[in-house]
């Protein structure tokens, strides 16, 4: 399949294959903290205690724990206006900080003109007039790109790679310049968001010598960050990262990371990758690449280093779980990312068992090749494992629901115009008919929930474990005119076949189950270890003696 860079990838979710993201994902709290009463409403003590917590965090500049702090605070009681500001403010450091840590955003900042930064920005703006799911607000998208300024003029990253030299007094002056700039005029569609983006840009490049470029980018990404937690602006490697995930291939060394402040966390290894060849195991941390340490760059940086061209070698320092040492040399190599894993009987029965670990364009041809090995192995049921899984292409969830609904609805997609709107069907051949079971958790989303939710509403099998994450919407990649730059938009929600949208509420098991330890990423499970597991086992063993 040739992707062409003239229409939209529509995706479901995304997720980096090499670094498992700490924000806008369903992950587990980073915090060293006590974790906030989620499910309630946050008494006054509580909150002061949340916004206590968020702002030692903010102090510290650890932004990816302060998203998530500030993320869970606001579970636990939506209506918060104080958290959904300090919210919005850490987004915007994250997103600084992520960005310029980001060698291809840099290069751009300083080999962009002008008039090729303003074309980006009104590129961004058509995107979102002409594709995003609802009516977009102007006049928010603006005062977004105000606040990622601000946070960006506070940011070392910010004043170092664009030769900042302002005095206190200056550096205050021009934070209530661009707040009243923006808030001097009503914005009531695109064009009047381009030219006062336009003429901020030049004001402070005459007032304050900063280049116009830099400013404008971060009306750009603003201006994505606006809409909702799912769209953003995309660099130059991040649209790399997308392609390669959705090809099923990267450069790289084949891991899959955690961040956390201590270093980065190795939660899988891909099998034949020069991470496995050279020892690195599953439950490593990664502590220095190269010359720098966990203890000098941020967890992000660090992952950044380990990107690097074909062929090229990186030093890696890894502590392992007895806090011991070891320095490996490894090549980066294109790695080829299965999406299916653990293929196995699961007991003397005929249970057959595999994980579908993400959706990408080689997963129904991965899916396909399970089927029939457990087939030849003497299959009579089938377990399919979701839990975990971030999501991926559209495409590829219907392609894997349809291998098991004979006919009818699989998913519906509608959006704000009618080129979003869709409807994906089954066909009649070519299905399998064993009982199935489906495990899903609360970090089962999208395309899995695309998939968990066909299965459910057309009684094609029974969905067991936990209620899944509740993300229901679809993206698409938009490549932009100048510099391989992207945006990634919010193009539609979709509704399973009973017509329920997901959002927000997640798919509801047929058993439910209560799962206090979580399988460990890449390694076998036992069902005698995993609760969710053993009752899929147990449902798939009463289905099969039923069909008989």
Known sequence: MTLRFNSPLCIVALAALTVIPTVGRAQQPLLNAPALNSGAAINHGDLAQALEQGSQLEQQKRWAEA?????????????????????????????????????????????????????????????????????????????????????????????????LNLTAEQHAQLQRDIRFWTDRQPIDDRRAAKDLVEAIARTIKHRYSIAPQAI??????????????????????????????????????????????????VVNVISGGPAQQGGVRAGDRIVQVDEKSSDQVSPDQLADLLRGTEGSLVSVTLRNPTGELRTLKLARRRVEVPSVEDVRMIDDTGVGYFKLTSFQKTTSRDVDAALWSLHKQGMRSLIMDLRGNPGGLLTAAVDVADKFVKDGLIVETRGRSNRE????????????????????????????????????????????????YGKGSVQGIFPLAVNHTGIRLTTAQWFTPNGTAISKKGIDPDIVVRSVAKPVPGQPVAAGDDAILRAGLQAATNLTTASK
């Not at 953003?232 to 060394?253: C, H, K, P, R």
């Open 421 to 468: 709107n869709a409807s994906h069907w089954g066909k009649t051949e070519n299905t399998w008919g064993m009982p199935l079971v489906v495990l899903i958790d609360h970090d089962s989303a999208s395309a899995s929930e695309i998939l968990a939710g066909a299965i459910h509403d057309h009684h094609r099998g029974t969905v067991v474990g936990e209620k899944s």
């Open 67 to 163: 998203v998530l702090h500030y993320e869970d605070a606001l579970k636990a009681n939506p209506e918060r206006p104080e958290l959904k500001q300090r919210l919005t403010m850490v987004k915007a450091h994250y997103d600084v900080a992520r960005r310029y840590n980001d060698g291809s955003y840099t290069k751009a900042i300083h080999t962009l003109t002008e008039v090729e930064a303003l074309q980006i920005y009104e590129d961004v703006l058509l995107k979102v007039s002409a594709h995003y799911v609802t009516a977009p607000k102007w006049q928010d998208l603006v005062r977004q790109g105000t606040t990622n300024l601000g946070a960006a003029l506070t940011e070392p990253v910010f004043a170092s790679s664009n030769r």
């Open 216 to 265: 404008i980018l971060e009306y750009a990404s603003g201006a994505a960050a606006a809409l909702d937690e799912y769209s953003s602006f995309l660099t130059d490697s991040q649209m790399d990262e997308i392609f390669a995930q959705i090809e099923g291939n990267f450069v790289g060394l084949g891991v899959e990371l955690k961040t956390e402040p201590a270093g980065l966390l």
